[in-house]
């Protein structure tokens, strides 16, 4: 990864917690609004609620930052021509990526302190 990847890559970081919960649902595949809302409240266990405006409003956040991509034509032919799909683009795959590594280290100091608090 080149420098200036690196510093667009930290710019975002750390991440809108929506914003990680998005690109999560969208790591396997193309979605709507309503299958990414629902991918996160069942991940979540309902702990997460993406109400539209917030949905939405990060969705149109993420496009412009070029973390997702609104796909062109149907992604699924048997849904409403209305639904539009986004996917997870290259660039936003190495935001969660990095922003998975950031939560992992931040895991790995919560844990060095028990360890250290038993001796």
Avoid: C
């Avoid at 930290?10 to 919960?21: E, T």
């Avoid at 922003?99 to 360890?115: K, N, S, T, Y």
Wanted: charge should be negative.
């Amino acid at each position: 990864m080149g420098a200036k990847r690196g510093n667009e890559i930290m710019r975002l970081l750390p991440l809108k917690p929506v914003w990680f919960h998005i690109l999560l649902a969208l790591r396997e595949e193309a979605a709507h609004g309503f299958a990414i809302r629902s991918r996160v409240e069942e991940r979540t266990e309902g702990g997460i609620r993406l109400w539209p405006v917030t949905l939405y409003g990060s969705i149109r956040q993420m496009v412009e930052e070029g973390l997702i991509e609104a796909l062109e034509g149907d992604a699924d032919p048997d849904d409403d021509a209305r639904r539009r799909y986004y996917a997870l683009t290259s660039f936003g795959r190495e935001v969660l990526l990095a922003e998975a590594d950031r939560m992992e280290a931040l895991v790995r100091d919560a844990r060095a302190v028990r360890i250290a608090g038993s001796t």
